[in-house]
């Protein structure tokens, strides 16, 4: 069985679809299954992405890379994996080879219009489409081969945007360009070279992207702060180094008046807090969010819990005076845990820090409550 995180590295970070090593995973599986079946292998090569991110910023990039890949996914309604930096593969197994042809046309046909419409020149894309049929059999090898050496055609001939391939006409494997004509040898190494050169490429891409990925499951989305997972990783190396220090438990004050504008008002509060915190933290301090709505959890190493009380009322303080400026004046109740007296485990100073802050509630707010 797959778990979960062998899932979540099974996915673009940027575009949410399947990545490379989705891909190939899913070629294989085709290439090796008993019942063979018809299939296509629709390929989007995008134009003018350097020209984007030299006149408009990468971010705007970005963007455009999302969009390409919002558009397969939609039109093909059908596994979708970005396989390149801007390059994507649909691999379409439902319906015949003419009614995917008439699928290729309407996607191009999309991106010219949506793409006049995002300042992308026309065509915004190359797109190529592979046939598999059930008279031959490939194995995953071939289907690579047949892919490179369609994308090379593509990026060799600028005059055409739209190319239609036969896996059977298609090079079948490294020892057939023996037995092939000279020119046809030239054509085939240059094909193979191309491929050594991609191979090397995705892998590198592939390590940058599962660093993002990584990077990304421990980031809280919302606040932009590290999340649950890595205060838990951060309680956990603290706890193993065997020496105090204080957690502060710290929620804010009526988040209700925010949410009644909008959810979109209360997320903009809790990154704004998140940021005064994190410009009051002294070196070596961490700070997550904390589970759910405005909590937010700050662990600061080596510290007593009166050193903590200190902090934490800069922290208070930091937070009325920012406040006067965004949409309602707000504040913060913090309640303070120290480890090894309040506990000797994540649970119990999370208990008795959260006693501390209903407490700090209790009695209105706007205060820093040590715990018993």
Not at 113 to 133: F, W
Not at 159 to 187: P, V, Y
Request: aromatic content about 8%.
């Amino acid at each position: 069985m797959t778990t979960p995180t062998a899932e979540f590295y099974r996915l673009d970070p940027l575009t949410g679809c399947s990545n490379f090593l989705s891909f190939v995973e899913a070629l294989d599986q085709l290439s090796s299954g008993d019942g063979k079946q018809p299939f296509s292998i629709l390929y989007l090569d995008m134009n003018h992405l350097q020209m984007l991110n030299e006149t408009r910023g990468h971010s705007y990039g970005d963007s455009a890379i999302r969009w390409l890949g919002l558009v397969l996914q939609e039109e093909s309604n059908s596994p979708t994996y970005r396989v390149g930096g801007d390059d994507f593969a649909a691999i379409l197994t439902d319906g015949i080879h003419a009614d995917n042809e008439k699928l290729l046309n309407r996607i191009f046909a999309r991106l010219n219009k949506e793409g006049e419409q995002l300042g992308i020149p026309s065509p915004p894309a190359r797109i190529a489409l592979i046939h598999y049929d059930t008279d031959h059999d490939f194995s995953i090898n071939d289907v690579m081969f047949h892919l490179w050496e369609s994308i090379l055609d593509v990026k060799r001939n600028n005059d055409r945007t739209i190319n239609i391939f036969r896996a059977g006409d298609l090079i079948k494997s490294t020892a057939e360009a023996k037995e092939q004509d000279r020119d046809t040898i030239d054509h085939s190494w240059e094909v193979l070279q191309h491929i050594a050169n991609q191979a090397i490429h995705k892998v590198l891409l592939m390590g940058r992207m599962l660093d993002i990925a990584q990077k990304n499951s421990y980031l809280d989305s919302i606040s932009g702060l590290p999340n649950l997972r890595a205060a838990m990783t951060t309680f956990e190396k603290e706890i193993a180094s065997n020496k105090p220090f204080a957690i502060l438990l710290i929620d804010g004050d009526d988040l209700r008046r925010y949410n009644s504008i909008s959810y979109a008002a209360g997320d903009e509060m809790i990154q704004s807090m998140g940021r005064v915190l994190s410009d009051h933290l002294r070196p070596g301090d961490f700070i997550a969010r904390w589970r759910t709505g405005d909590e937010l959890v700050v662990i600061l190493p080596n510290t007593s819990g009166e050193g903590a009380r200190v902090v934490g009322e800069r922290f208070c303080s930091a937070i009325r005076e920012a406040s006067k400026n965004w949409k309602f004046p707000t504040s913060i109740s913090i309640g303070i845990a120290n480890y090894p007296k309040h506990g000797d485990n994540i649970n119990e100073l999370v208990d008795a820090a959260e006693a501390a802050n209903k407490k700090a509630k209790d009695e209105g707010k706007d205060r820093v409550i040590l715990a018993e």
